[in-house]
């Protein structure tokens, strides 16, 4: 099995896959039903909000082996348990991610460098920006914090295309 033109291939790096943590945790089956209706009321609220917003999904339905991904629209989801961050970019995130806050104390203000933005969030408000655009990072705080964020990661894009140069193999379907 080789792509033409190349010596060799790894056809396990260049398809997407779940991550080792939600197949091999009971519990990702718990959370992933508490998140898909919330992920789906968000969904309509952006798809009001922000028009091109089906850009997201361009992927989504061409993953193998999983007829949907944990939070349909998005292809992932991480959740955040007291954490905070240096001011970074998530470069691997295709344009917006969507961040969903709980927090039970002071502090943790999500700042947004470039556009000069310090935001406090209470729990159950969500954010949309541009992850891989926006440097970010959260404030310290004190008392109980946690975040799910909801995005997609830019190589999908390539997926879609011609799964990652595996698309017109009859074998690989």
């Known amino acids: 099995m080789d792509k033409t033109g190349q010596k060799r291939s790894d056809i396990f790096q260049s398809m997407p896959r779940m991550a080792k943590e939600a197949t091999s945790d009971e519990r990702w089956d718990t959370l992933r ?3 898909q209706p919330i992920s789906d009321f968000l ?3 952006m798809r009001i909000l922000i028009p091109d917003f089906t850009v997201l999904d361009a992927y989504i339905d061409f993953l ?5 991904p944990s939070v349909y629209h998005f292809g992932g989801v991480v959740v955040n348990f007291n954490a905070c961050s240096r001011g970074h970019r998530d ?3 295709q344009n917006i991610c969507l961040v969903l806050s709980a927090h039970e104390g002071t502090g943790a203000e999500l700042v947004m460098e470039e556009p000069g933005l310090v935001v406090r969030t209470y729990t159950g ?8 655009r926006i440097t970010h990072f959260n404030l310290h705080y004190t ?3 946690a975040s799910i964020v909801f995005h997609s990661d830019r190589d999908g894009s390539a997926w ?3 799964r990652n140069g595996w698309g017109n193999k009859t074998y690989f379907y």
């Open 143 to 145: 008392g109980k914090r």
């Open 43 to 45: 969904t309509e609220q």
């Open 64 to 68: 193998p082996g999983c007829p949907q």
């Open 160 to 162: 879609a295309k011609d």
């Open 91 to 93: 470069h691997g995130d």
């Open 33 to 35: 039903e508490l998140l």
């Open 125 to 132: 408000d969500s954010l949309v920006f541009q992850s891989c």
